[in-house]
């Protein structure tokens, strides 16, 4: 196990730069959470056309790997349909869950692939996902 | 103190971590255990368990005896009159719980009011808001000053006829101040209000007298002094036992019981329901045998030297913040910080990395973290087996983790 493979270089970009970060007008859905146990933050909205996500935008504060999932997440299902977003997310946890995993429909996702060899650091990974969750499940 | 021999009595402490010596600075979490610690309870078991207080054999007569032995030592450590002012239980959340349920159920009414401090660890804050919710107590909150230390201007200003409880941490988990418990005592009793001190960080680092801080209430928690988990302590004075009603109710704590009648035990048994955990009382004993042998003031002069070294060299690590008082006369062994760009998440896996333990979140005192504008600090906590050099690797790791993360405006 080597930090390099943990805090890859996209990794610090997106969180020292995130995407997508900041609100929506009018956001069609919007969901938050949290870790307790370290104080991660991150909120969603998300703006849908037909059963497309036409835009999505994040706020948050927290660690490195929470807050540049959200970054990557984000990029990751923006113009997307529900489907393939649930899909992308179902691949993504797999990914975490050190299971076979689909690494062309992840893309830039996958540079969190490392986070699985740091059990503790899972759930930073997961708060975006669980999150969206939340926010798809708002969608009629 | 030979700190090369004591480390050995820690088997713990030559223990690899990803293929680094392990450099355990989360002390103020938990410390780890000497093998007379270990060895005592493995004796029990291969020698002389039986069940405390019940059995008329030679075995129960053991086991009842080293159990009311560690009660002595305990007392003996804090310094309390008697032995029947020290009641055994899981830690020092449970014994203040226990003055919650107890004493302040009682005698806290409608309109009193309660001051903490801003640096209540949760179990020295979430009883009393607990109890004022279910009372319409008022709390009031003691701010820290911009040097990390308690307001004293601002708690003389709250304590008024109303005061009938004050809470108060003697050594801040995050900070490290040490709190002026005596001075605190003495000004609430001049209002008739109790006192109850959480030592959950201070009983391990520093020589405890609850005759001479007066307090009416010490909390300590076993595992935090190199004893095991499971087992701590309430100290009370002998008279507000007395008059307490019992917390937790069953066997042990009774002396008859018929169907329409109950007459409780003597103290301090009234207040230890149920088989107690022996177990931890007889692996205390031995952490404390061990701490008074080295002594508790050679503890902390060596301890106080390690922060100090240790708030000289952090200091040298780019963009730190460092919490609380910088002056190691006026704090423990427990160093809060972040640095900026690097989240204290972050900060941990990385330390980890180089086989550094400590501590990142919110430390269970999240209305201090509030206070502070942050989420979560990262913390290194030191403890007495803990040496300069290791000091010097958490802060080489520290600035490594600073290039990590490159230089962020």
């Given at each position: 196990m080597s930090l390099e493979e943990l805090f890859k270089e996209i990794i610090i970009e997106h969180y020292q730069h995130p995407k997508n970060q900041g609100h929506l007008e009018h956001p069609d859905a919007k969901s938050d959470g949290s870790n307790p146990l370290c104080g991660d933050e991150i909120a969603m909205e998300l703006r849908f056309d037909g059963?497309?996500?036409?835009?999505?935008?994040?706020?948050?504060?927290?660690?490195?790997?929470?807050?540049?999932?959200?970054s990557l997440i984000t990029e990751a299902i923006k113009g997307k349909t529900v489907e393939e977003t649930k899909k992308i997310m179902?691949?993504?946890?797999?990914?975490?869950?050190?299971?076979?995993?689909?690494?062309?429909l992840l893309g830039d996702l996958e540079a969190l692939s490392d986070v699985k060899k740091y059990p503790a650091r899972v759930k930073c990974a997961s708060l975006s996902v669980a999150v969206l969750d939340q926010a798809l499940q708002q969608k009629k | 103190m030979d700190i090369e021999r004591i480390r050995k009595d820690f088997p713990v402490l030559s223990r690899m971590v990803r293929d680094k010596k392990l450099v355990y600075l989360d002390n103020a979490a938990t410390t780890q255990k000497p093998s007379v610690v270990i060895e005592a309870i493995a004796d029990l078991y291969r020698n002389y368990?039986?069940?405390?207080?019940?059995?008329?054999?030679?075995?129960?007569?053991?086991?009842?005896?080293?159990?009311?032995?560690?009660?002595?030592?305990?007392r003996r450590f804090i310094n309390a009159n008697s032995t029947k002012e020290i009641v055994f239980t899981r830690n020092a959340t449970e014994a203040l719980n226990l003055i919650a349920y107890t004493w302040a159920e009682a005698?806290?009414?409608?309109?009193?009011?309660?001051?903490?401090?801003?640096?209540?660890?949760?179990?020295?804050y979430v009883p009393w808001f607990r109890l004022a919710r279910r009372k319409g107590a008022v709390i009031k909150i003691v701010p820290s000053r911009m040097d990390g230390e308690l307001d004293m201007d601002a708690y003389k200003s709250m304590l008024s006829d109303k005061t009938r409880l004050v809470g108060i941490v003697h050594m801040s988990n995050v900070f490290g101040t040490i709190n002026p418990v005596k001075e605190i005592v003495s000004l609430a009793h001049k209002k008739g209000a109790v006192v109850v001190v959480d030592g959950a960080q201070s009983a391990p680092h520093m020589k405890i007298d609850v005759r001479d801080i007066d307090c009416d209430f010490f909390a300590l928690s076993?595992?935090?002094?190199?004893?095991?988990t499971g087992i701590g302590a309430l100290y009370a004075k002998e008279s507000y036992l007395e008059s307490m009603d019992p917390f937790l109710s069953g066997g042990e704590m009774i002396l008859k019981v018929t169907l329409d009648s109950v007459v409780y035990n003597e103290l301090p048994w009234k207040f230890e329901a149920g088989t107690p955990n022996y177990e931890g009382a007889i692996g205390l004993k031995a952490a404390i045998e061990y701490l008074e042998a080295l002594g508790m003031d050679t503890v902390e002069t060596y301890e106080r030297e390690l922060t100090a070294y240790a708030l000289e060299k952090m200091k040298t690590v780019p963009d730190?913040?460092?919490?609380?008082?910088?002056?190691?006369?006026?704090?423990?062994?427990?160093l809060a910080f972040n640095i900026k760009g690097v989240h204290s998440h972050d900060i941990g896996t990385i330390l980890d990395s180089e086989g550094i333990a400590i501590r990142a979140g919110h430390h269970c005192a999240q209305p201090l973290m509030i206070d502070c504008g942050v989420s979560a600090m990262a913390r290194a906590s030191f403890y007495f087996y803990n040496t300069k050099q290791e000091i010097d690797l958490l802060v080489a790791a520290l600035k490594k983790a600073k290039e990590i993360f490159g230089h962020v405006a």
């Open positions: 059963d497309r996500v036409k835009d999505v935008m994040f706020t948050g504060n927290g660690c490195s790997i929470s807050q540049s999932a959200a179902g691949e993504y946890r797999n990914m975490l869950a050190g299971k076979e995993y689909d690494a062309e | 368990n039986a069940n405390v207080h019940r059995g008329v054999y030679l075995l129960a007569e053991e086991s009842t005896q080293a159990y009311e032995d560690s009660r002595e030592a305990v005698n806290i009414k409608a309109g009193d009011e309660i001051i903490v401090s801003i640096m209540e660890h949760h179990s020295n076993g595992h935090k002094m190199l004893g095991p730190i913040f460092i919490y609380g008082p910088l002056n190691a006369a006026k704090k423990g062994g427990i």
